[in-house]
């Protein structure tokens, strides 16, 4: 009987044990549950901003690619001496006014520093880690050296059309605006002193190498429009598999 009775009690005692056991497993279950759930809506939220980046990045260099098509034939026609001579005044100032501005490329909204612990953290798909360390690392940089370089000789353009007839009335600072530097009042030159520009053989040069800068960027944006549009296709799917 005494052998029944402390049979019951420790089979009581083990289902007890056991209860407490499986009650605490499905506890840590859900906990884990709702915080996978919260990192997945963290990851959702950082790879949608991403991808916000990424379309904008995209939408500016769309638009990028039409101004400097716009502005390789600009050049061209300011290189061709019969269409510089059957050109208007205005038109030839509007022009040469296009030959001012330099490519300034997009605005970060995310750098491969700020991205780093979200990388290693967030996003564990090894193909998208990898694409946006390149997007935001090495594109970018590539991006910059161009840009770079544009600007420098922007700045030579600059300094000698201030050094002609044709003069700034203000100081360009970098990263003015290209709608504002198109749209800048400038001193009103004559015909003849905008066609002795045309054949001003240093300007002439500056042309030339304006024009192979902007054949190197056509090549440059269409890189950097084909990279993007990779990457949004990654985060696209890395989202679809979250959801």
Known sequence: MLKKRNYGRFTSFVW??????????????????????????????????IRLD???DAAWTVNSLKWNTERIQVVTELLDPEIVEASETDSLIHSVRKTFPYHGFFNQGYTFESL??????LVT??????????????TYEFIRSNERMSYDF??????????????FPVHIKKNTPRAVIENLDLYQPTREQLLNLTTDPIYRNQLRQLLGDCLSMDGTLNYLLKETSKTIDLVNQEIESIE
Not at 33 to 42: A, V
Not at 116 to 121: P, V
């Open 125 to 138: 798909n090894p193909e998208l880690r990898s694409a946006l360390n390149n997007y935001y690392h090495k």
């Open 154 to 167: 922007a700045m030579d353009r600059h300094a000698y059309l201030r050094s002609t007839p044709f003069i």
């Open 116 to 121: 780093t612990m979200e990388l290693t953290t």
């Open 16 to 49: 007890e044990v056991l209860a407490i056991v499986v009650g605490l497993t499905i506890s840590f279950m859900i906990d884990e549950w709702r915080d996978d759930i919260k990192l997945d809506d963290k990851r959702q939220a950082i790879l949608s901003s």
């Open 54 to 56: 990424l379309e904008e």
